[in-house]
């Protein structure tokens, strides 16, 4: 399990093996609730809904020493646009942003991930 959100981490790239149920699986692993992944490893996430995807909340991404080109956010069920004030944030760090349902989000992650691409997630749990 990662742990409880800011405190959970599991070191290193992974692809992401199942979602759902309010959780994901991945390296072996399961996490209930939301997830960051990384460059620097997958992390547990307190982002629960739409409306928590922020600055505030991706400051671990944007702390983030290693290149990341992508970000991709799965705002849950359905597609939510990110707020202008997140876009310009990561446009200022020369990080190209796509939100999609999570689904969407995790597939597409993984299929970046397998192509080595500088890629990272920010997932909301969905059940």
């Known amino acids: 399990m990662v742990g409880e959100p800011g405190r959970g981490f599991f070191p290193g790239l992974a692809p992401i093996d199942a979602y759902g149920n309010g959780g994901f ?3 072996e692993m399961s996490h209930r609730g939301s997830i960051l992944c990384l460059p620097s490893g997958i992390q547990a996430w307190a982002a629960r809904l739409p ?34 004030r997140l876009r310009w944030r990561l446009r200022d760090r020369r990080i190209q942003a796509d939100s999609m349902a999570t689904g969407a989000a995790v597939r597409t992650y993984n299929v970046l991930l397998a192509e080595k691409r500088r890629v990272a997630g920010a997932f909301l749990a969905v059940d």
């Open 25 to 27: 699986r991945f390296a």
């Open 51 to 84: 409306g928590d995807i922020d600055v505030a909340s991706l400051a671990r991404l944007l702390d983030e020493t290693a290149p990341i080109d992508i970000l991709l956010v799965g705002t849950g069920a359905d597609l939510v646009p990110l707020t202008e």
